[in-house]
């Protein structure tokens, strides 16, 4: 239930909830942390003031991407598990919606909720990720719902039981082969699921004490031809592997998994030839596939690849020029990450507030994405890239071994965590990346980002406001 804040002695003039009959709204945002955050912090800019907004999700709250993996194995506290609930960030003056959206009109700013509202929107923010589920392979599920001791592990952040579950994923190993798969991209977990490398420290020191046989392998199955979309972060990772004993299968997709008498059994297909292959296995870590969610392919808001088609610079919708997106379900040749989105965030909040002021959306997004490389148990690195996988300055920065590589690790999770907790916290804040006051963007012909790679505005600004620049100039 959302619930009126605390007024301080001293404090503004506390606004009065939005009427919950309202179902005409200027502003309306679908998705889960990170338009949760979005609607908290348009809400303290003052440019909203005086607009109708509504936040619609089926969910409540949300597990931290990037506390999940680092909780499992207990480098932090299980505390940090859960974002802030969307009730406690969202103030009572705009709508909160805990349903699903079932149907979007898009061509007339409709849509329809599971609960039976019609609604109607000026503007649109989606931030719905992927539809992401061990149903999608087939036996899968029967794992997840059974003991720990199946040492089979879904990688998904659906619940927080989840964290609790997965305790032992990499680590009960003693002999075989241990799969860790990651699914077709585009999809949740790219370029942060890779943990192959830090379970292969785990069997070493296994083997070391006499704790696993020699023969015992940790294995990466992907139906991709990469580990990392990222060229760069994709050529070390495969080096390491070289190194280490970690056997990469690529091309592989997995189809189902099953227990016979003997043994565990996952079928896999082959992309190219269509052949399939019953592989046994031991021990199992696996990222499900991701799908587009149906009432987005069917609104027509969607490329080729099923992906929100929304202009890479302004994250603006291509075709309609009221929709926004944030986060995993944005077009392009990306890897898409919670860190990523986090960059995104002050993009949209900017550039739909100006759309809804009819003023030029020129915040331009850089391409940031951020991922951990997780080494080792107590030692990694971190990759970064921007658009076009052009490297970062701070892209792979410090040694994969040794204290440095130590001392990053630490760095990296507690920074990792504490960049989610700010993000999604009660706090009343302006969010990334100043927090304390509204980030402010340059107009678009002194965008340093697009003068340096001589990117035509005409590449970023919507059709129909480049022919209303055209008609006014005339
Ligand atoms: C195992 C794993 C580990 C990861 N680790 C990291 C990490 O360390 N660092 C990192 O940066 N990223 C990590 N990620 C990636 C991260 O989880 C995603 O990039 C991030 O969650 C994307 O956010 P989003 O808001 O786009 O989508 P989501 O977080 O998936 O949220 C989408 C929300 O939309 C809601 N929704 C969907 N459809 C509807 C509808 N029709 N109506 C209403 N609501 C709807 C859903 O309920 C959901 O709450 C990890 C992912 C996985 C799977």
Redesign the pocket.
């Known amino acids: 239930m959302q619930s009126a804040g605390r007024g301080f002695a001293g404090g503004a003039v506390k606004k009065p909830p939005i009427d919950p009959s309202c179902t005409d709204f200027d502003l309306v945002l679908?998705?889960?942390?990170?338009?949760a955050a979005l609607t908290k912090f348009i809400q303290q800019n003052e440019r909203a003031a005086n607009l109708k907004i509504a936040m619609?999700?089926?969910?409540g709250v949300?597990v931290q991407?990037?506390a999940?993996?680092g909780i499992l194995h207990q480098h932090i506290k299980e505390l940090k598990m859960e974002t802030g609930t969307m009730s406690a960030m969202i103030d009572t003056w705009s709508k909160i919606e805990q349903?699903?959206?079932?149907k979007l009109n898009a061509a007339s700013n409709t849509m329809e909720l599971a609960n039976g509202k019609s609604i109607t929107y000026k503007a649109l923010v989606l931030?719905?990720?992927?539809d992401?589920s061990c149903e999608f392979v087939d036996g899968l599920s029967a794992f997840d719902e059974g003991p720990e001791s199946n040492n089979v592990y879904v990688?998904?952040?659906d619940k927080k039981e989840r964290l609790n579950r997965n305790f032992y994923n990499g680590w009960n190993h003693a002999g075989g082969d241990y799969i860790n798969y990651s699914p077709a991209t585009p999809y949740?977990?790219e370029g942060?699921?890779f943990y192959s490398l830090y379970y292969e420290s785990i069997l070493r020191q296994d083997k070391l004490l006499a704790g696993a046989a020699a023969g015992a392998r940790v294995q990466h199955w992907t139906p991709n031809k990469f580990i990392y979309a990222f060229p760069y972060a994709n050529e070390v990772a495969l080096e390491e592997c070289a190194k280490r004993g970690v056997e990469v299968m690529f091309g592989w997709e997995l189809m189902s998994v099953r227990e016979d008498a003997a043994s565990k059994v996952a079928v896999f297909k082959n992309v190219d030839s269509g052949e399939t292959i019953e592989k046994d296995f031991v021990g199992a870590s696996i990222?499900p596939p991701s799908r587009q969610?149906q009432?987005l392919l069917d609104a027509g808001v969607c490329d080729a690849d099923g992906q929100v088609d929304v202009n890479r610079y302004t994250l603006q919708h291509k075709k309609y020029e009221n929709i926004f997106a944030?986060?995993?379900?944005i077009s392009g040749e990306t890897t898409?990450?919670?860190?990523?989105?986090i960059s995104q965030n002050p993009i949209v909040k900017h550039n739909v507030l100006s759309f809804l002021e009819g003023k030029e959306t020129n915040a331009i997004y850089d391409g940031y994405q951020?991922m951990?490389a997780y080494f080792g148990t107590h030692y990694g690195a971190g990759f970064s890239h921007m658009h076009d996988f052009e490297p970062c300055s701070t892209n792979d920065s410090v040694p994969h071994y040794g204290i440095f590589s130590n001392l990053y690790f630490n760095y990296m999770m507690g920074n990792?965590q504490k960049m989610g907790e700010k993000y999604t916290s009660f706090n009343k804040t302006q969010g990334p990346p100043h927090y304390h006051y509204p980030a402010r963007f340059d107009a678009l012909e002194h965008n340093e980002y697009l003068e340096k790679r001589q990117i035509a505005i005409e590449d970023v600004v919507h059709p129909n406001a480049a022919a209303k620049l055209i008609a006014s100039a005339e």
Do not use: E
């Not at 944030?326 to 379900?329: A, E, P």
């Not at 898409?336 to 989105?341: L, Q, S, V």
């Open positions: 679908v998705g889960g942390p990170n338009c619609i999700s089926n969910q949300w991407p990037q999940y993996f349903t699903k959206v079932s931030g719905t990720g992927f992401h990688h998904q952040l949740k977990g942060t699921d990222n969610h009432f944030i986060g995993d379900c898409r990450t919670y860190t990523g989105a951020y951990p990792q």
